[in-house]
């Protein structure tokens, strides 16, 4: 009854018992839990048997090694994070990472409202294939919160650590980089600005001057023999009341009449807006400034046209 | 009736002068200055016509049974009395030159050529007086395409091309030994070359000289009128009934012909006599058997020296001779010689006529001016013609020019550039922006033009048209009714 074994588990036990150790209770908020009363475990050594199946005399001769007594009978491999318990533990190691470089740097310098430097982060599918994890929308949106509230820092001060967690949500290619080269005004007093409506595209040419259009080298009433053509292509000028304060000279090409008239009307405004930036509002209230993105519609199969369907049959 | 839509730029009229109404009748006792439609004029539409129908199957005397157009079998009937030959054209053809609903302008001054070189005058619009609108209209210098229909009385821009053409007209007026303008206008479409020319019609007449007027060069050669062969001679043909109706109107267009005699002996084929005055002649040659013969001689009377001191009747004033759309006299015609093959249009007396005395071949004894303006609506392919302007342009603008050279290897006109040698020519560009100021001026006093003309508006209009387009500056400002 008293076997040798029966009365190293009830050892065991007493001694597990005791060398529990009580955690403290969790806090309130797991968003700004502190991580460092968690470590990893020490690594298990599997060339000694357990520290519970040893005799007290072998163990105590492990300590005059100066070895620490393992006791593998009592082992528990903690989890390097506590993340491990949940769901998606990679998703929350790195919320509550966020969360932790938030508080942190909290005090440092934001940039104002709307002038953050505007970045394509990571969709969550992207995310989710990356951690191969079932992470939920409302999750990856307060993670997305997280991120660009250490945006808003301000560059020059941003520290290394927030730079490294924030690239790591970035997309591989970041569209908002492909900026338009800015329009100016060159020493001539010449502005240059393209244009583009339906298959038609248009530079222009826009220098102060008296008033006059020349498009590809004739006349504005040469090439446009309608008055509703002439005025569009200038329109920008028209509406802002400078048609008598700047020369056009137009280079068009593709398309027809209209085509090429509304792409003269895009390149003029974008011209002008060089010279005077202060006028876009007025501008985009005259409608010069957005491009229009209709093109002609392709021909489908099993219809006439693009949407025209051959007559219907009953049979 | 519905609304006409400019397909070219897609106007309505607004306004309801501009609106026509197509008559069905015509009344040819209208008066030339009248501005009702000859339907209207006729006083043959009965009231029961003016009202709408409402029951139509009864036939009356006068029209026939209406059938319904539901059914394809039966085609529509045509219901009324249908036009009489030359109505439509005289309808296409009709001129309106005054405008009731649009207001008089106060203080506009005559376009008088002995005042023309006051600096005053430039850039201002002058009216067209009665005795000058007459014999206007009579030589077709109005054009049906031209505004004239929209003020109230005849006026027209004096600006710098009219104050030069002015300084000729007093240099060959002024001259003893008969000098001779000859030009030719070329410039884009709407420059204003038509109306260029109706003012130096208008300046010869009100000085008293004799005007003959081809009012469109199509005419001639678009194969429309007679042709014959001249006698003995495979090369030229003369225009029998052209020429006929250019005699009939000379003397109603200048009224001076009256007190003219001929100077000479003439063979004509019918015996006229000595003392007979160059009207009574004109008169005579309304006859398209005979008319080319007495055109003949007409012409040389006037081109022969004026005698003063001789006698009465022998005075021979200057001839000012326009002609409008060079370029069809400047390729080939529509008519067709024996073997078939197209005529070219110098090959037509009228055409060569006219040439010659444009080249200066045939000078005029008692000075004049030959003006010959181009059109850019109505043009012939002419690349002979086209290249001349370019090439006598180049020429007279500096002597080092890069003067443009015809592609050997490429076929031309050889006898229309042969024509053009060392004929002067005159590109007619934009208005400047103080005479578009002045023209926009009398649009607003004439209540045809409701905004004020302010340096921006005109700034504006001038851009729009291209630099000052008269025609286009009128197409936008008075035509379209934003």
Sequence with gaps: MDSPLLRRCARAVTTTHKHIRRRAAPQQCRFYADQSDFRAAAPIRFDQPRAELLDNDERSRGRKNEKPEIDLYSLRIVPASPSYFTATPQYTDDLLHLSTLVRRHKLLPHLPQGEAPRIAWKTIDQYKTEKAEPVKMKGYNALLKLLKELNYIHPSLMPEEVKAALETFKRDVQPYLNVPKPITVDAYGVSIAVGRRKSSSAKVYLVEGTGEALINGRPLTDYFGRLHDRESAVWALKCTQRLDKYNVWALAKGGGTTGQAEAITLACAKALLAHEPDLKPALRRAGCVTRNPKRVERKKPGKLKARKMPAWVKR | ?482
């Design chain 2, 1 to 482: 009736m519905s609304l006409q839509i400019c397909l070219r730029c897609l106007s309505r009229p607004s306004a309801p002068s501009q609106i026509r109404l197509v008559p069905t009748t015509t009344n040819k006792q209208t008066a030339a200055f009248t501005t009702s439609t000859p339907h209207a004029a006729a006083g043959r539409i009965q009231v029961s016509q003016m009202k709408p129908k409402r029951t139509g199957n009864k036939p009356t005397a006068t029209r026939p049974v209406r059938v319904k157009r539901l059914s394809p079998k039966n085609v529509p009937q045509r219901t009324g009395r249908p036009p009489a030959p030359g109505e439509r054209k005289a309808l296409r053809k009709r001129v309106v030159l005054s405008n009731t609903n649009a207001l008089e302008v106060q203080g506009m001054p005559d376009l008088n050529p002995w005042q023309l070189f006051d600096k005053s005058m430039h850039g201002s619009v002058a009216g067209l007086p009665d005795d000058v609108v007459d014999p206007l209209r009579v030589v077709e210098a109005f054009k049906p395409t031209q505004g004239w229909s929209l003020f109230r009385r005849p006026a027209t821009l004096v600006r710098s091309e009219t104050v030069e053409m002015a300084s000729w007209v007093q240099e060959v007026h002024n001259s003893q030994e008969g000098k001779t303008v000859r030009k030719v206008l070329f410039g884009e479409r709407g420059s204003g070359k038509s109306v260029l020319l109706l003012q130096a019609m208008a300046m010869a007449f009100s000085k008293g000289w004799v005007v003959v007027n081809f009012p469109e060069a199509k005419d001639l050669t678009i194969g429309h009128t007679s042709y014959v062969p001249l006698y003995r001679n495979n090369q030229l043909y003369i225009q029998p009934h052209y020429t006929a109706s250019l005699l009939a109107a000379l003397p109603k267009a200048n009224p001076i012909l009256a007190d003219l005699r001929p100077s000479r002996e003439h063979n004509l084929p019918i015996s006229v006599p000595p003392n007979i005055s160059l009207a009574r002649l004109c008169d005579l040659g309304k006859d398209p058997e005979i008319a080319w013969p007495i055109f003949q001689a007409v012409w040389s009377e006037l081109t022969a020296p004026s005698q003063p001191d001789e006698g009465e009747g022998l005075v021979r004033p200057p001839v000012l001779m326009a002609l409008d759309g060079l370029h069809h006299i400047m390729c080939e015609s529509e008519y067709l010689d024996r073997d078939g093959k197209h005529l070219h249009a110098h090959n037509l007396a009228l055409v060569q006529h006219f040439l010659s005395h444009l080249s200066g071949a045939s000078p005029l004894a008692n000075g004049g001016m030959i003006i010959a303006a181009t059109s850019g609506s109505n043009k012939a392919a002419s690349p002979a013609l086209d290249f001349a302007l370019r090439r006598n342009e180049a020429l007279a603008s500096s002597p080092g020019a890069d003067i443009p050279a015809w592609d050997p290897y490429r076929k031309i006109d050889t006898r229309s550039l042969k024509a053009m040698d060392g004929v002067e020519v005159w590109r007619i560009e934009g208005l400047s922006k103080e005479e578009a100021r002045g023209i926009m001026e009398y649009y607003a006093k004439s209540g045809m033009m409701r905004q004020t003309v302010s340096d921006t508006l005109v700034g504006e209009r001038w851009t729009l048209s291209g630099g000052g387009i008269v025609g286009e500056l009128e197409r936008g400002s008075v035509r379209m009714r934003i």
